[in-house]
C-alpha cells in the first residue's frame, strides 16, 4: 500500500529536549516536505527536499532542521523546542512536477511544555 | 508576497451544492490545488487546475480564472461525509505550496 508513514503520532516534550519526528514513504517519490498547522493558519511549508541532500527553506524553518540521506525518509528535528512549537506536523511526498498529488502522513500532534 | 482567502466557515445541506471560494495574491504560479482534510486526519488530494476552466472529478469541480485570481471548489450532490475542512493551495513552480487558511464546510441533515 502506498503511503507515508510519520512516527510519533503524538508526543509531549519539555523545552529545550531535541526530537525528532521520522517520515518514511514507500512510492519513491523525488519530493517531500513538512507542514505545520495551526489553528486559523491552514499548513505552512517548513522544509523541503527535492531529491536526495537537496533541501530548501520554506517559509516557517526557524528552530528546525531537515536531512535527506535516503529518497525514502525526511525527518524533522528540533534541536531546541520551544512551545511556540507546539503544532500537528504533516509530512508530505510527491513526484517532482506539475499536477502532481500530494500525499500526505497522518501527522504528529507535538507538544512543547 | 503570495497569500489565499477563503472563507473560514461554509454551512449548506444535505443533497445540495456548495461553493467553496478562494482567491489568491501571486505574481506567478503554476496551478491551484484542492485539499480536504477530516477531523484528526490528513490532506487528501482532491483536485488541480493549471489552466483556467473547470475540471471535474465525480461529485467534485473545481475551477480557475487566472485574470480574477480566483478559483473555487464546487461540491454537489452533498453528503454528511463531506463534512470536513477544504484547502486551497498554490504551486509557486519554486517546489514551494502556499496553502489558504482553509474552509470548514459543514452539512447538514
Known amino acids: 500500500e502506498a503511503q507515508v508513514t510519520q512516527n510519533p503520532r503524538y508526543l509531549i516534550t519539555v523545552t529545550g529536549k531535541k526530537l525528532t519526528v521520522t517520515c518514511s514513504q514507500n512510492?519513491?517519490?523525488?519530493?517531500m516536505s513538512w507542514y505545520r498547522q495551526d489553528p486559523g493558519l491552514g499548513l505552512r511549508q517548513i522544509y523541503y527536499s527535492m531529491n536526495v541532500e537537496v533541501t530548501d527553506k520554506g517559509d516557517v524553518p526557524e528552530g528546525y532542521k531537515v536531512s535527506r540521506k535516503e529518497k525514502r525518509n525526511f525527518p524533522l528535528i528540533l534541536e531546541s523546542p520551544s512551545p511556540n512549537q507546539t503544532s500537528l506536523y504533516f509530512c508530505?511526498?510527491?513526484?517532482?512536477?506539475?499536477?502532481?498529488?500530494?500525499?500526505f502522513g497522518q501527522g504528529t500532534r507535538l507538544t512543547v511544555v | 508576497g503570495q497569500s489565499l482567502e477563503q472563507p473560514s466557515e461554509v454551512t449548506a445541506v444535505e443533497g445540495a451544492i456548495v461553493q467553496i471560494n478562494c482567491t489568491y495574491q501571486t505574481s506567478g504560479f503554476y496551478g491551484l490545488s484542492w485539499y480536504q482534510q477530516h477531523d484528526g486526519g490528513a490532506p487528501t488530494f482532491l483536485s488541480y487546475n493549471a489552466l483556467d476552466g473547470l475540471e471535474e472529478t465525480g461529485r467534485f469541480s473545481s475551477f480557475l480564472s487566472r485574470s480574477d485570481s480566483y478559483g473555487y471548489l464546487l461540491l454537489q450532490e452533498l453528503q454528511m461525509k463531506d463534512s470536513a475542512s477544504y484547502f486551497c493551495a498554490l504551486d509557486t513552480g519554486g517546489f514551494k505550496t502556499i496553502f489558504g487558511a482553509g474552509t470548514r464546510l459543514f452539512v447538514k441533515a
Open positions: 508530505a511526498s510527491s513526484p517532482l512536477g506539475q499536477n502532481t498529488e500530494a500525499f
Open positions: 512510492m519513491n517519490h523525488e519530493y
